[in-house]
């Protein structure tokens, strides 16, 4: 099991940027891809990106292509999220998830055993 712990979420005007940071503890991170899903009120979660365990090999949804950049410091066992131009569509509480099986790079959210708490991020109009 790996305990996961997310943070720099916060409030922003549109356009603004964020970096969101996850710290993992409990397993060995570098033989893990981590993931990033987000969840808007009312909305299911969504998957955002996922990046393997070197950090060579990152998946983005097709919605934050372009605007969201994951990357990851397997020194510091921390996974981030650079979030820019931010939209409105945005807003949502953001989650890290760290997925059952090592050497995968996954993107649906059953495929991941390990979540953080989330953090949230607002983007005002």
């Known amino acids: 099991q790996v305990q996961l712990v997310e943070s720099g979420g916060g409030l922003v005007q549109a356009g603004g940027s964020l970096r969101l940071s996850c710290a993992a503890t409990?397993?060995?991170?570098?033989?893990?891809?981590m993931g990033w899903f987000r969840q808007a009120p009312g909305k299911e979660r969504e998957f955002v990106a996922a990046i393997s365990w070197s950090g060579n090999y990152i998946v983005y949804a097709d919605s934050v292509k372009g605007r969201f950049t994951a990357s990851r410091d397997n020194a510091k066992n921390t996974v981030y999220l650079q979030v820019n131009s931010l939209k409105p569509e945005d807003t949502a509480v953001y989650y890290c998830?760290?997925?059952?099986?090592?050497?995968?790079?996954?993107?649906?959210?059953?495929?991941?055993?390990?979540w953080g708490q989330g953090t949230q991020v607002t983007v005002s109009s």
């Open positions: 409990g397993r060995t991170f570098s033989s893990y891809a």
């Open positions: 998830a760290a997925p059952h099986l090592p050497y995968r790079v996954v993107t649906t959210h059953t495929d991941f055993g390990s």
